[in-house]
């Protein structure tokens, strides 16, 4: 997986890989496509998740000169639009836009209608979704350890919001828990924002929240920034920590990614991986996407697979060890 890194020449490079693209009629899939391209997106229209698939399909479109469309297809956690893509046809015309919730849904759930290895062949990561710890402005915290201390201090009587049971939400506040030795009770919601406003009103502790949701109340002075859950401070809050400076180890990475049917063509796979990637290293196409609050990510492939299969292990312990039953 590789950074976006903005560099003196990166023109050069930019072109360099435009035109690196592969060649569709030379590598044995030259009418493709030659009719609508689905990607389907298994939640509801105006999300982050929706809007950077209807901007992929645009990217596509233009660089493979087709139609490409988004249909949204959500419910049931996103396991209703991700099964009708492992049904599909393995012709490179029904792709999949989907969170890191792909991986956590089947230990989560009773049963969905998909295996992830089975069903999918992964195109290439896009992004991921920038979460951070805030609190209530009542609660006598300003700092990570001034939570731990007071979890620590008061078992069981702080409270965490979520936008649902097995959500990232929770399953980052379990993670907290469990390499900080608190407790914590879980109040969830039905969606982060319903959460973020108890939050802010005091009725609820603490939020592992997305940011882009929750930043007009912390501009607004109605929650409290303590953390960042990226592995590094953000780049645009350079003076606020992460929480891994002080509970080393801790990434709350929430991700957005793309992918085909399991038996489509590799040069179609890799033609599309090709055209995403070479417009994700674009410097406007960063900053486009950090209005999303989506850091712009890129692999190919093999690594994308790779990642997935480090990810469902790492969150599968989690939710085991958290005793979230499966839904």
Not at 69 to 94: C, H, L, M, Q, R
Not at 221 to 232: D, E, N, Q, T, Y
Not at 244 to 252: D, F, L, R
Not at 296 to 307: C, G, I, M
Request: hydrophobic fraction near 45%.
């Amino acid at each position: 997986m590789k950074m976006l890194i903005i560099r003196a020449g990166s023109a050069v490079a930019l072109a360099c890989a435009v035109f690196a693209l592969p060649a569709l009629h030379a590598i044995g899939a030259e009418d493709y496509p030659n009719r609508p391209v689905t990607i389907v997106v298994p939640f509801p229209p105006g999300a982050s998740n929706d809007l950077l698939a209807r901007y992929e399909a645009d990217v596509l479109g233009r660089a493979l000169h087709g139609s490409f469309v988004v249909e949204n297809k959500p419910g049931a956690g996103g396991d209703i639009g991700i099964s009708f893509a492992a049904k599909a046809n393995p012709d490179g015309y029904t792709l999949l836009h989907a969170p890191s919730a792909i991986t956590l849904l089947p230990s989560v759930m009773k049963t969905v209608g998909y295996d992830l290895a089975r069903d999918f062949l992964p195109v290439t990561l896009v992004g991921l979704t920038k979460f951070c710890l805030v609190v209530s402005p009542s609660l006598p915290v300003n700092s990570v350890a001034d939570l731990i201390a007071l979890a620590k201090a008061k078992p069981g009587e702080l409270t965490y919001a979520s936008a649902g049971i097995a959500t990232p939400h929770q399953i980052f506040a379990e993670q907290f828990k469990i390499m900080t030795g608190t407790d914590m009770r879980h109040i969830p919601y039905k969606g982060a924002v319903p959460g973020l406003t108890d939050v802010a009103g005091g009725n609820v502790s603490v939020e592992f929240a997305d940011l882009t949701p929750a930043l007009p109340l912390i501009q607004g002075g109605k929650l409290k920034l303590i953390a960042v859950l990226s592995a590094k401070r953000d780049p645009d809050m350079p003076d606020i920590p992460a929480l891994a400076e002080t509970v080393p180890g801790y990434i709350g990475q929430s991700w957005q990614g793309f992918f085909a049917r399991a038996g489509t063509p590799k040069p179609i796979v890799d033609a599309l991986n090709a055209a995403l990637v070479a417009d994700l290293k674009k410097p406007e196409t960063a900053a486009r996407l950090n209005t999303l609050g989506i850091v712009a990510q890129w692999d190919t492939p093999e690594e994308f697979r790779t990642f997935i299969a480090a990810e469902t292990e790492k969150w599968g312990k989690i939710i085991k060890a958290a005793g979230i039953e499966p839904q």
